[in-house]
């Protein structure tokens, strides 16, 4: 059964920091890109950042490009997301990602909230 656990959410002033954690289990973490996505309330979910099996590929929309970095840790079975210069409109709901042969599988968020 493939699980992922998001942690690292929270309350975070305007050009503050978070580390995001996406902790996995039940499928081949190796062998699998995994995602980031974020939602904010009232608007549909978006893609943040991916990155491939190896981690030699990532992308990033581009609101976040120079701000955020994606990583992975496959002896731990981790994705990371570091998130520098947070703005107000980062605030969202953060969701890990991974498609496997059985499917889309999504974690159950942590929340974000960048204000003052």
């Known amino acids: 059964q493939v699980q992922l656990v998001e942690s690292g959410g929270g309350l975070v002033q305007p050009g503050g920091s978070l580390r995001l954690s996406c902790a996995a289990s039940g499928f081949a973490f190796r062998m699998y890109a995994l995602g980031w996505h974020r939602q904010a309330p009232g608007k549909e979910r978006e893609l943040v950042a991916t990155?491939?099996?190896?981690?030699?590929?990532?992308n990033y929309a581009d609101s976040v490009k120079g701000r955020f970095t994606i990583s992975r840790d496959n002896a731990e079975k981790a994705v990371y997301l570091q998130m520098n210069r947070l703005r107000s409109e980062d605030t969202a709901t953060y969701y890990c990602?991974?498609?496997?042969?059985?499917?889309?599988?999504w974690g159950r968020g942590t929340q974000v909230t960048v204000s003052s």
């Open positions: 990602n991974v498609v496997t042969t059985s499917g889309g599988h």
């Open positions: 990155i491939s099996s190896s981690g030699a590929i990532i």
